[in-house]
């Protein structure tokens, strides 16, 4: 079993910034080999891809954050890191990290509130 908790969210007013970080534990033995997502899910909307990187690094981001956004991971730690920049209302949302290697597993998410 595979587990991933989401820690960094909380509330921050418009224009700041957050870190939030993805820790994998469990039966992941090969984190590396492991395709790994933010994703977000505003109240009341669908759950959206925020920022994806590959096993090879690779990056892609949806196009309402790029250039604000950063997703980062540390292979050695397990750990996949979304840096979260200027920030807007419409960023709030749970977000959520999800790990695919033929499986795919999720994590339970981290609430971030961007207010004033």
């Known amino acids: 079993q595979v587990h991933l908790v989401e820690s960094g969210g909380g509330l921050v007013q418009p224009g700041g910034s957050l870190r939030l970080s993805c820790a994998a534990s469990g039966s992941i033995f090969f984190f590396s080999a492991y395709a790994m997502g933010w994703y977000r899910q505003a109240p009341g909307k669908q759950r959206e891809l925020v920022a994806h990187?590959?096993?090879?690094?690779?990056?892609n981001y949806t196009d309402s954050v790029k250039g604000r956004f950063t997703i980062s991971r540390d292979n050695a730690k397990k750990m996949v890191y979304l840096q979260m920049n200027s920030l807007k209302s419409e960023d709030t949302a749970v977000y959520s990290c999800?790990?695919?290697?033929?499986?795919?597993?999720w994590g339970k998410g981290t609430l971030v509130t961007v207010s004033s």
């Open positions: 999800r790990a695919t290697a033929g499986m795919v597993y």
């Open positions: 990187i590959t096993s090879g690094g690779r990056t």
